[in-house]
């Protein structure tokens, strides 16, 4: 009985316990049904969007800085280099307690407590894996130093990196000029994205200028990063390329005797081959060392530069403006001849001054007893102010400020170097916009010997003398000669200038006016004359004082009592040889005094340099 | 003639089967086991970044498993119905002694030292509970009363809370949901299966109010991964992203990145099944769950061909149990259910589940392979 209803009993016990198997079994499949059905959506449906997300998770982008060209004379003299240097640096993830270590490190490195606020503040932003430089530029003595206490300092090392490095010092300064930290002003300049990895960018100069060819193109190395950000495995990179390097028209040796011939004087000297419009000396005094801005000037050491009454940071010789003085003659000269004016025989009287029909006020020669009668070679050759008194007010202002326009005189040189100045050749017109008076004769008068409100810059003088040069073929100066482009041994000549030939009625007026610039240096009058010694060929030179001090009427210019910075600026223009020329040079002096005394040696020992000659002293 | 006569009373041909049933294995069971395992080296492998170490440590674990599978396997299923009051009561006093004495781990405690070998109580119990309820209710015809059906969700409650207060939310649902199977396999009235379900529902509220912070941030995060996509967000966001970027066929064993580059938390452990998705792709994750379906499946069959109510209930809750394991995991890592910490059974890298679950697939053994040899 009790075993019949067992057996029963178990037999609908069966039926309930299966039928609830099967339901149960039914609802997992479908349980599991709904499980794929998630999984093709994420896996198939969001498959794009899920896998790009995977992607810039793992992907890192890490860029490598090409190494910046380099840059050499036209003799093959290094003139900017790079060299390794060496950095104190800090992983903050691997220093156990960072503000123990930077005080230690402090105590060994002498570091300010403003150079820890700055440091800490690095760290904080930084994340903990990336390298925060605590010092740059260690000297070996510090690197020293560091190996030995090593072992104190998990976590801190000593990296080397190139650096740009300037090995002329203060020469090339100027002309060269330097590279700095990127700032936000270059930024807005730059592309960006070929400029990640590199610490520094061309601010004056030849390193400005060629930035884009010094520079070169970043390369980038494609990595897998992990969670942490760390790089596990290169991906793929393109290497960076090189900056190409550069070869200038620059020549070390005329360079260091401008340098040197200027002595402790404020000025710029600028020679120039006329026939190819290469710089191949361009000097501004003082100058400063170029290699202090590499890794960012000290704001100290920036003040003394910039606040100095000297000016060292100023590049005269493309932005000084100076009134040119007599050196302007030359040019007067020409337009007096182009313009029918005067003849090469055609004489003007000096009795030591000029005056304006129905005026009082006399106009000056800087010999107060007079020249006398004076044709152009005499009048260029003495630098007789009256000669061109008379000339200038016979052509009017106008008639001069166009035919100077021709020789770049007010605008700018075209040289490839950053901010030239334009400088100033007045016109009537001029006068009105900018100051809105009349003009008024006497100035065309003053302007006429280089005085009054001409403004010149060094290179605009040097250029207008190779124009002179080479009887009206403008070629606008170059500094940079040829590149090399990275992994080849040849160079790369930058393509010739094009130039122009000045339209000029006459070509013999070239040779007037030429030939009296001879006379200035080999005639028996010449202001120049005792330049001209001991030379196989001819000089073509002119002098020129530019007063910076205005003299009232009958007053008398004496040296010896005025204060060194109210001398008269001395000036030099010349080439050589004057039939066939191959090299100009101006020469400024910033109170000097005489351009005959001052300027014109100056620009011999140039020329002696350049051509091998040597002075019989 | 005769010879038919004698060839049937012959033992029957050798095969590996029968010898395999001869010591209480059943085959089809061990070999989908065997594929379970041996796929869950292969990922755990790259998972651990080819720790051999790590395999080595899975593989005693997996030794350690199949002896008790084995054992267990071989004991009557009568005597595990005639223990099943003390393994409870054991696992009971073992479950207050974690919360008196217990090890913390990851903020909960679930941990017992007893000095040679760090001890689960509650995995005591994933067993203990459902062998317990099958037992009671197995004592009476089926359904049962109301009063029987008291008592066994009792027996369910107790060592739940237990758990959960450790706290361990998912090992607590998954103990719950075994006792749970048994008392719904044993036929109990849908309207009382309405009613519970209508008045847990109506118990969220309740639910919220006692859950840790933890458990609540889970389950906001769960809602909205993206609000805290570095904070617990994370751990979905990364595991949808693994998912996802594996595609169709996956970007081959070894060569997940989220895994290997350990954008994906918990990798070798709760997380693994993200890791088989960005490998082998849908292809690989729907071959895998079939594998689990049909595992499961030989189990729910094993249940069916039981001989008494109490192994029927018994192997229906341990094979539906591992589905729910399975669904719980893959959909806590999907993004379809709150992160509840709920391993990927016989893949997850992990001691005592390992152990719980093989020693499961024992009692289905005992079960099916005693069949013949039970009192009628």
């Known amino acids: 009985m009790s075993t019949h209803f067992a057996l029963k009993n178990h037999f609908h016990e069966g039926r309930i316990v299966n039928d609830r198997l099967i339901f149960s079994a039914l609802f997992a499949g479908l349980l599991f049904i709904a499980l794929i059905a998630r999984l093709i959506v994420l896996q198939v449906v969001e498959f794009e969007h899920f896998d790009s997300l995977s992607e810039q998770n793992r992907v890192d982008i890490s860029s490598i800085a090409p190494q910046r060209g380099l840059i050499y004379d036209r003799n093959g003299v290094l003139l900017a280099e790079n060299i390794p240097t060496f950095s104190l640096e800090l992983t903050p993830e691997n220093v156990p307690d960072i503000e123990d270590t930077l005080q230690q490190l402090a105590a060994l490195f002498a570091m300010t407590e403003e150079d820890m606020v700055d440091i800490k503040e690095q760290i904080k932003q930084q994340r903990r894996f990336r390298q925060v430089i605590l010092k740059e530029r260690l000297t070996e003595k510090e690197v020293a130093i560091f190996s030995v206490n090593r072992h104190r300092f998990s976590g801190v090392d000593v990296v080397g990196r190139l650096i740009r490095h300037y090995p002329q010092g203060a020469l090339f300064a100027h002309t060269v000029g330097y590279v700095g930290r990127i700032n936000e002003q270059d ?134 403006r100076y009134p040119p003085g007599s050196t302007l003659k030359p040019f007067i000269a020409l337009a007096g001849l182009e313009y029918g004016v005067i003849t090469e025989q055609s004489k003007s009287f000096c009795p030591g001054w000029y005056t304006l029909p129905g005026q009082d006020h006399r106009y000056r020669c800087w010999k107060s007893h007079g020249h006398g009668h004076m044709d152009l070679k005499a009048g ?79 290179i605009q003088i040097a250029h207008a003398t190779a124009v002179l040069a080479m009887r009206g073929i403008d070629i606008s100066p170059r500094v940079a000669r040829a590149s090399r482009p990275t992994g080849q041994s040849e160079l790369q000549l930058f393509p010739a200038q094009t130039y122009q030939t000045l339209p000029m009625e006459n070509s013999r007026n070239w040779e007037a006016v030429i030939d009296s610039m001879v006379e200035v240096v080999h005639g028996a009058r010449g202001s120049a004359r005792h330049i001209g010694k001991d030379l196989p060929f001819k000089i073509a030179g002119k002098t020129g004082t530019a007063q910076v001090f205005g003299i009232k009427q009958d007053e008398k210019y004496d040296a010896e009592t005025l204060a060194r910075k109210l001398h008269d600026h001395a000036l030099f223009i010349a080439f050589a040889p004057a039939e066939n020329p191959q090299f100009v040079v101006a020469v400024v002096v910033e109170h000097g005094g005489g351009g005959s005394t001052m300027a014109a040696p100056i620009a011999r020992k140039i020329i002696d340099q350049y051509f091998g000659t040597a002075v019989n002293e | 003639m005769n010879n038919s006569l004698y060839d049937r009373r012959q033992p029957q041909r050798w095969s590996f089967t029968r010898a395999l049933r001869i010591i209480h294995i059943d085959a089809l069971l061990l070999l989908g086991i065997l594929m379970l395992l041996a796929a869950g080296l292969v990922i755990l492998y790259s998972a651990a970044d080819q720790s051999t170490a790590l395999i080595i440590r899975q593989l005693i674990r997996m030794g350690t498993a199949f002896t008790v599978l084995f054992v267990l396997a071989n004991i009557h299923p009568d005597r595990m119905r005639d223990s099943a009051y003390w393994l409870y009561g054991v696992g009971l006093i073992l479950l207050v002694a974690v919360l008196v004495f217990g090890h913390e781990g990851k903020g909960a405690q679930r941990w017992l030292d007893l000095g040679f070998f760090r001890f689960q109580p509650s995995e005591l119990m994933k067993l203990a509970v459902p062998l317990l309820v099958a037992s009671y209710l197995a004592e009476r015809p089926l359904p049962p009363t109301s009063g029987r059906l008291l008592v066994s969700l009792a027996i369910i409650i107790v060592p739940s809370i237990l758990i959960a207060k450790q706290p361990d939310l998912g090992t607590a649902l998954l103990i719950a949901s075994s006792g749970l199977i048994v008392v719904f396999l044993s036929g109990i009235s849908w309207r009382i299966i309405f009613g519970f379900i209508g008045l847990s529902t109506a118990a969220l509220p309740v639910l919220w109010y006692v859950m840790h912070d933890y458990q609540r941030q889970r389950v906001l995060t769960f809602l909205n991964p993206e609000s805290d996509p570095l904070g617990s967000g994370y751990h979905i966001i990364q595991s949808k992203i693994a998912i996802g970027s594996g595609g169709v066929f996956g970007r081959g064993w070894l060569d997940g990145t989220q895994s290997h580059l350990a954008f994906l938390p918990e990798r070798t452990t709760d997380f693994i099944f993200a890791v088989i998705s960005e490998e082998f792709g849908l292809v690989g994750v729907a071959i895998l769950l079939i594998l689990y379906l049909l595992v499961a499946g030989r189990g729910i069959y094993i249940a069916s061909k039981a001989q008494t109510s109490f192994a029927r209930l018994l192997a229906g809750s341990i094979s539906l149990t591992f589905l729910v394991y399975v669904f719980v995991n893959v959909g806590m890592v999907t993004g379809l259910l709150p992160v509840v910490g709920v391993p990927l059974p016989m893949i997850s890298y992990g001691g005592t589940s390992m152990v719980t679950l093989l020693a499961g697939f024992g009692i289905l053994m005992s079960i099916h392979t005693h069949r013949r040899m039970m009192s009628p």
């Open chain 1, 380 to 458: 260029i050759a003495q630098s007789c102010d009256v000669y061109f008194y008379d000339l200038a007010n016979t052509m009017g202002i106008d008639r001069i400020h166009s035919f100077l326009d021709l020789f770049r005189f007010g605008r700018r040189t075209e040289i490839d170097l950053p901010g030239e100045s334009k400088g100033l050749s007045p016109s009537k017109e001029w006068k009105r916009a900018s100051r809105n008076k009349a003009w008024y004769p006497g100035e065309t008068l003053i302007s006429g010997i280089g005085q009054g409100f001409n403004q010149m810059t060094p």
């Open chain 1, 187 to 320: 930024l807005q300049e730059i592309d960006v994205n070929n400029y990640k990895g590199s610490m520094q960018i061309g601010k004056t100069g030849i390193e400005k200028q060629y930035e884009e060819l010094l520079h070169g193109q970043v390369g980038y190395q494609q990595v897998e990063t992990n969670v942490q950000g760390r790089i596990v495995r290169e991906l793929n990179s393109m290497p960076s390329v090189s900056g190409q390097d550069l070869f200038l028209h620059l020549d070390i040796n005329l360079q260091r005797v401008a340098a040197e011939a200027m002595a402790d004087f404020n000025g710029a000297v600028v020679a120039i081959d006329p026939k190819t419009g290469g710089v191949l000396a361009m000097v501004s005094k003082p100058d400063f060392d170029p290699n202090e801005f590499v890794l960012g000037i000290s704001s100290k050491n920036y003040a003394a530069l910039r606040d100095s009454p000297d000016m060292p940071l100023f590049n005269r010789s493309l932005r000084g």
